[in-house]
């Protein structure tokens, strides 16, 4: 089976919002991939105002959460 999407978030990875900053850092909590072809992927991030957001985690798709402006927190 050809995979359709392209995965931008694991769980544990660290991020932030570009344009929502007063939610704080976050980070993924969950991450799901949906077998069916053309299903969903998404993951939940929990943010630091202690609100759990859900995004689409596929980089081929419109509403990717990178494209809606979740960054990686790059750890040294």
Not at 3 to 16: C, I, N, P, R, T
Not at 29 to 38: A, D, F, I, L
Request: with cysteine; net charge positive; glycine share 10%.
């Amino acid at each position: 089976m050809r995979k359709e999407y392209s995965l931008y978030l694991k769980v544990g990875d660290h991020v932030f919002h570009k344009r929502q900053k007063f939610w704080g850092a976050g980070v993924v909590v969950e991450e799901r991939t949906s077998e069916v072809p053309g299903g969903f992927c998404y993951v939940r991030i929990a943010f630091r105002d202690g609100k759990t957001r859900v995004f689409d985690n596929n980089f081929h798709s419109n509403s990717c959460c990178y494209y809606c402006g979740i960054r990686k927190i790059e750890e040294e």
